[in-house]
């Protein structure tokens, strides 16, 4: 939507707006955006990434510009340039098919989308069958399933899924989630799995990852007395529209989830005292700066930056972009 222009001074209303803290980038998107900016330093461009590297607009238009080329799948990359695989993880067919073409390539995966990899496979080595708890189609999702022979893992979506469930044969069940998930429903899920089947053992560490968490956690403060939130974040984003749902359930008047501050509809504003501010991990924080100084522009705003777990975590880049 077009930008309104600024009001005057005396004719805006006043407003508060809280700010989610953590907000934005986690450390597994950081990570995967340095991967791509580096390649493009070191091996200059083009430099090919499968799939988009996170689930934001405007970080995949920004990597264009700088000679990223976004592509479905290898066999529209050329052997002789480097490929990045995305933050979500991938299939194991995809490495392998990139190292049968001798392809220089990239795991941007998120360390702890690999985490979950690594105890699928022990699991199944062990002769678990597993349940993955997550959301059908989503690239995480794909990449997870394609660690392992087809009809090893089993895909549950929701409560109903898992009270239909069926155990194939009398293997021994395991289960691992997608790290995007909506921690409230997760636990909706597993209470189902858990009465169902009480021997179902809980992974090493849970799979949700900090930063789903820790943001998730943050809207449920900002969602008890906000009349509206905004989720800085792309629609195709996991995490972002999980956080519009949180928001709802804690109580929020109304939640949206918003590219950028050009796709807010100031009608929603109607009536509204209090505005909560956030964004998904994968949301660069000019986003939200932009937005907060457009929320300026049309009201008289009290910013007021919420108290939250503040977030330390880094991930080391691959070698091959550091030695």
Known sequence: MDAAPTFPADSRRPITVRLATPRGFCAGVDRAIQIVERAIERFGAPVYVRHEIVHNRHVVERLKALGAVFVKELDECPDDRPVVFSAHGVPKSVPATARARQMLFLDATCPLVSKVHVEAERHHAAGRHIILIGHAGHPEVIGTMGQLPPGTISLIETAADAE?????????????????????????????????????????????????????????????GCDLVLVVGSQNSSNSARLVEVALRAGAGDARLVDDAGHVDWAWFEGVKTVGVTAGASAPEPLIEALIEAIRARFDATVVEDDGERETVAFKLPRALTA
């Open 164 to 224: 239909a469930f069926q155990r194939p044969g009398d293997a021994p069940l395991a289960y691992a989630t997608q790290t995007t998930l909506s921690v409230d429903d997760t636990a909706e899920v597993l209470a189902v799995l858990k009465r169902r089947f009480p021997e179902l053992p809980d992974p090493h560490k849970e799979d949700i990852c900090y930063a789903t968490t820790n943001r998730q956690e943050a809207v449920k403060r900002l969602g008890d």
